[in-house]
């Protein structure tokens, strides 16, 4: 079964000072190094006149696809600091980039990775961090007198719904993760009384708050 993923959901910026220099970090949810590197490309362009933008990305569900920059900081005290934290935190297709002013104090090699990681930690904390999981489509198909049936049983469990169709019959398309079809179905079954036809539709990822 396909593994559920913690990623940013939503872009997310912080910014602190230490030791004078500017430190302004932003994060994105990316499912691509294009999508990654267009992130990096857009916030290097709004940053024209910083001293340095570092940054990593792990832009994959697997964990296999990662990529970091010191951008001219000492090797070592930037991107790999970054990078690390993407780890420590579990979180995939997600970059995260910090743009650095220097103040004019210099922070050392062990300052700096401080400094990276600190930043990009700071900000994760206050990303919003959802959950992606395997989910399936259900198409509901019931008469007319059982919509409120199939509206109270959806309201009841953890479900999206997705649409509703009113034609001859009324469809409701409902989305649920995976791992829960099968035990979604029966029971809807079973609590309509045989009175629901269902057809089962596409699979994909869908994001969940944690």
């Known amino acids: 079964m ?6 940013v959901f939503a872009r997310h910026e912080s910014e602190k000072i230490i030791e004078k220099s500017r430190f302004i970090t932003f994060s994105a949810h990316v499912e691509s190094e294009e999508e990654a590197r267009a992130f990096i490309a857009e916030i290097r362009s709004k940053h024209s006149l910083a001293t340095h933008v570092c940054y990593a990305f792990i832009s994959d569900k697997t964990g296999h696809l ?11 005290t930037a991107g790999v600091p970054i990078l690390e934290v993407l780890k420590a ?37 206050g990303a919003d961090i ?12 019931v008469d007319y007198t059982g919509i409120d049936g199939v509206q109270k049983y959806l309201s009841a469990h953890s479900c999206s719904l997705l649409s509703t169709d009113y034609g001859e019959k009324v469809s409701f398309t409902v989305a649920v993760k995976k791992a829960e ?11 309509m009384q ?8 596409k699979e994909y990822y869908a994001p969940f708050k944690e």
Do not use: H
């Not at 045989?194 to 539709?201: C, I, T």
């Open 2 to 7: 396909e593994k559920s993923v913690r990623t």
């Open 66 to 76: 990662q990529r970091f920059s010191d951008d001219g900081e000492p090797q070592g």
């Open 89 to 125: 935190k579990k979180l995939f297709e997600t970059a995260v980039a910090v743009v650095r002013y220097f103040g004019g104090v210099k922070l050392g090699a062990g300052g700096l990775v401080r400094a990276y990681s600190s930043s990009a930690a700071e900000n994760l904390d």
């Open 130 to 141: 959802r959950v992606l999981e395997m989910c399936e489509e259900y198409v509901l198909i």
């Open 181 to 191: 079809g099968q035990q979604f179905i029966a029971e809807l079954v079973d609590y």
């Open 194 to 201: 045989g009175r629901v036809e269902y057809e089962k539709g």
